[in-house]
Every structure is written in structure tokens, then in C-alpha cells.
């Protein structure tokens, strides 16, 4: 297949890359910059420029193509509703570009929202979605277009991660406290970059409209847990915040650090026989170059 990937020389979009490269596919990645399209090109992808405000350049790029992964995301969490409705236009040109056909349409959403008391599984509907990319995926599927919907974990981890676990590393560094909320038992689920790549490329091969697919590995470390490494590595003490503490002591992480979102992946594993093999997000902690910087 010739796929069009989104956030393809991103964290999570430059291992599927490799992962669809390695598994026969040709890959097609959209790049905003000249520094993007050269690592695209130096990786063995086509590239095809354009951004997610250029709607356009979105509907070419998946009419050029068998497939969409859709990974892009301005992650501006100051401006979080402007984001998510850039995140909805996108989605939305890309299923228009491909209404019709048979071509799998991958949106990428999150694990937070559902507030069940037990791991989510992918017949659970969230409650609350912290991002509306899942709701406009299933809109989608209802009107023809065969998108479906990869749930990723909080924690997407592996060398050069720059998201949830790092900022509560360099929160760590700048108040010299490793902190979680409360008694630390909310939970959150992590998978491997690499086992998240095989799992989209998974989907694009085997998934059904409508369907969404878990990338949780680990289904739910303790908050209490990730603080004691981080301050084990660092020689910082661990305390906990009240939920009012969090907002100064967090910042903008504030309004994720509290929440529990165990899932299961037990049902992906079965439906697309996907198989996490790398390691947990506790052992990467431990051993990766998390505390190397």
C-alpha cells in the first residue's frame, strides 16, 4: 500500500514509518518544514508538503493514497480547544478526501475520559473526551469511510520521548520535588513507540470501520510509582500535592497528573493479534536515557 502519514517525522509518526518501510508499504509523509521533508526523504519516504491548516494539501495527499495514518497534532495545551478544532478540520478533509472507497482512515486519539473504576476496554465509550478527534473518527465511519480510531496511551515511551513523563521529569528539576496528587493511586497506561507503530500499521492491514483499537501495553502504572523513580534518579524528595497545590506546582500538567486512565488492550491483542514486546514504561524509566540530559 502507499500510505499518507501525518506526523510523520514526529515521535510517534517516525516509527511507523519504519514500520510500514519495513513491512513492504510505500510511505507518503506529510512535512510543514524543509527540515521535516529532509528527514522524510533521508528515512526512504516520498514526501508531500503541507500542514494541517492547508486543508488541500490534506485531501491530496490522501486521494494520492491506499491509506491514511493520521498522527499530526499541534500540541499547544494553552491553546487546547483551538487545537482540537484544527484536529477536527483535518480529520474531516481527510475523510471527505476518501468517502467512498474501501481506504482505512487511522485517527489517533487518547485514553482519558472514560472514569469507569476499572481498565477501559475498545467497546467503552468515553465520557468526557479530552480530545474530539475520536468522536469526528466515528462520525466518519457512520457516513462510509472505513476510519477507525487507535487510542494511545498518556505515555508513549522510548528514547527522545518529549511528552508526559519527561515534562514531570523537568518539573522535578525546576522545583526540586518529585510530586504526584493526592495518594498517587490514579493510574496511568503506557505502551512502547515501536509496539505503538506495529499496532497502527496492524490496523491500516487488518481494521474495521468503526472500530478502536488500544495501544496500551502497560495498563496502568501508579502516579505514586513514576514520582519515586523520578525522584530516586534525580535525589529529590517525593511528596504529594493537594489538588489544589497542583495547578502551582504542575502548571498546564495540572489538568492530566490527577486523572486515572487504566485500559486494557486485551481485545486489540485478540482482534488484530497485536503483541507488545518492548519494555514497560517503569523499566524504560530505570534503564533508557530518561535522566541522561
Not at 491506499?66 to 494553552?78: Q, R
Not at 493511586?185 to 492491514?205: F, G, Q, S
Not at 524528595?237 to 489544589?244: A, D, F, G
Request: glycine letters at 12%; hydrophobic letters at 45%; one cysteine or more.
Amino acid at each position: 500500500m502507499r500510505v499518507f502519514v501525518t506526523g510523520a517525522s514526529g515521535f510517534v509518526g517516525s516509527a511507523i514509518v519504519q514500520e510500514l518501510l519495513g513491512a513492504g508499504h510505500r510511505v507518503l509523509g506529510l512535512a510543514r518544514s524543509e527540515e521535516s521533508a529532509q528527514v522524510l526523504s533521508a528515512a526512504g519516504a516520498e514526501v508531500h508538503r503541507g500542514s494541517l491548516d492547508d486543508l488541500g494539501s490534506l485531501q491530496r495527499g490522501a486521494a494520492a493514497a491506499d491509506g491514511v495514518i493520521h498522527t499530526a497534532y499541534n500540541h499547544n495545551f494553552v491553546e487546547y480547544e483551538a487545537a482540537g478544532q484544527t484536529d477536527r478540520r483535518a480529520i474531516e478533509a481527510l475523510g471527505k478526501a476518501l468517502a467512498g472507497s474501501e481506504r482505512p482512515l487511522i485517527v489517533t486519539a487518547g485514553l482519558a475520559g472514560f472514569n469507569l473504576g476499572r481498565p477501559a476496554t475498545e467497546d467503552d465509550s468515553p465520557a468526557a473526551s479530552l480530545r474530539m478527534s475520536e468522536a469526528v473518527a466515528m462520525e466518519l465511519a457512520a457516513q462510509g469511510v472505513r476510519a477507525m480510531v487507535v487510542r494511545l496511551a498518556a505515555s508513549v515511551h522510548d528514547r527522545n520521548d518529549h511528552g508526559f513523563v519527561p515534562t514531570l521529569i523537568n518539573i522535578a528539576r525546576q522545583t526540586g520535588e518529585a510530586a504526584y496528587v493526592g495518594e498517587g493511586h490514579n493510574c496511568w497506561p503506557a505502551v512502547h513507540r515501536l509496539d505503538a507503530a506495529r499496532l497502527y500499521r496492524l490496523a491500516l492491514e487488518q481494521g474495521t470501520a468503526g472500530a478502536r483499537y488500544h495501544g496500551a501495553a502497560d495498563e496502568g502504572i501508579p502516579l505514586r510509582d513514576i514520582a519515586a523513580i523520578i525522584g530516586r534518579h534525580l535525589n529529590l524528595p517525593v511528596v504529594s500535592k493537594t489538588p489544589e497545590e497542583a495547578a502551582g506546582h504542575f502548571g498546564w500538567m495540572a489538568r492530566f497528573v490527577g486523572l486515572g486512565m487504566p485500559a486494557s488492550s486485551a481485545l486489540t491483542q485478540q482482534r488484530l493479534g497485536w503483541h507488545p514486546t518492548q519494555p514497560g514504561l517503569l523499566a524504560d524509566l530505570e534503564h533508557g536515557d530518561y535522566f541522561s540530559k
